[in-house]
């Protein structure tokens, strides 16, 4: 089943204590996103990688790493979370035509921030 | 910049309802439009899209033809079940750039 798996699927964690969301796609895309959702914001890009080891920052990459070492994966990093960074955050993939194509998105990480 | 405005929810209507969820926008090409969906506790789904005016997406009963003119995308359905109710996104996406801008979403919650 083609899919797009992040773990975990929620976290509380607290202030300055480093975490990893990971994300991993089975349908061999090129592209992949994290976004984050948030309440009358909808859904802000954070960071996006157009194949391995090419990432760039999106909208809001303040406090957030990437990484793309492999095509499957497109690990989420915040080195020191603030509580301004508590949302709902969602790893997307596509294929790469040149062309718009439709992202997958996964289940979405819940983090909590105290 | 590139942006996409959609209607304020939420939106509460009874099942058998017509249903529209206005979505206009705003950008610098010639964007594709999307409407995605996103059910309690689950990630966003395609709906449908459409990459060029004039042109209707539909899916599951629901529609939206992109209107250049009008820089609009609203999504409609005639007749809408409990089942729909969900959180609905409208964004676009610029040619040669994957990135999605979304609206702020609309929930629609439907009674029996």
């Known amino acids: 089943e083609a899919q797009v798996t992040q773990n975990p699927r929620y976290l509380i964690t607290v202030t300055g204590k480093k975490l990893t969301v990971t994300c991993s796609q089975n349908?061999?895309?090129?592209?992949m996103s994290w976004y984050r959702q948030d309440p009358g914001l909808g859904l802000r890009q954070i960071y996006y990688s157009m194949n391995v080891e090419v990432t760039d920052k999106g909208d809001v990459p303040e406090g957030y790493k990437v990484s793309r070492k492999e095509k499957r994966n497109f690990p989420l990093i915040l080195e020191s979370p603030s509580p301004n960074q508590t949302s709902l955050y969602f790893c997307?993939?596509?294929?790469?035509?040149?062309?718009?194509?439709?992202?997958?998105f996964g289940p979405g990480t819940r983090l909590t921030v105290l | 910049g590139n942006s996409v405005t959609q209607m304020e929810g939420p939106v509460t209507l009874s099942e058998e309802a017509f249903l529209t969820i206005n979505c206009t926008y705003t950008a610098t090409g010639y964007p594709s439009l999307f409407w995605y969906v996103q059910y309690p506790g689950e990630g966003l789904q395609l709906l449908l899209k459409a990459t060029k005016a004039d042109d209707k997406g539909s899916n599951k009963g629901f529609e939206a033809t992109y209107r250049k003119e009008t820089t609009s995308f609203h999504l409609e359905k005639g007749s809408v079940q409990v089942s729909d109710s969900a959180v609905y996104f409208c964004?676009?996406?610029?040619?040669?750039?994957?990135?999605?801008?979304f609206g702020t979403g609309t929930r629609l919650t439907i009674i029996p």
């Open positions: 349908m061999n895309h090129e592209y």
């Open positions: 997307a993939s596509s294929g790469w035509s040149g062309q718009t194509d439709t992202q997958y």
């Open positions: 964004a676009l996406s610029e040619f040669g750039n994957e990135k999605l801008t």
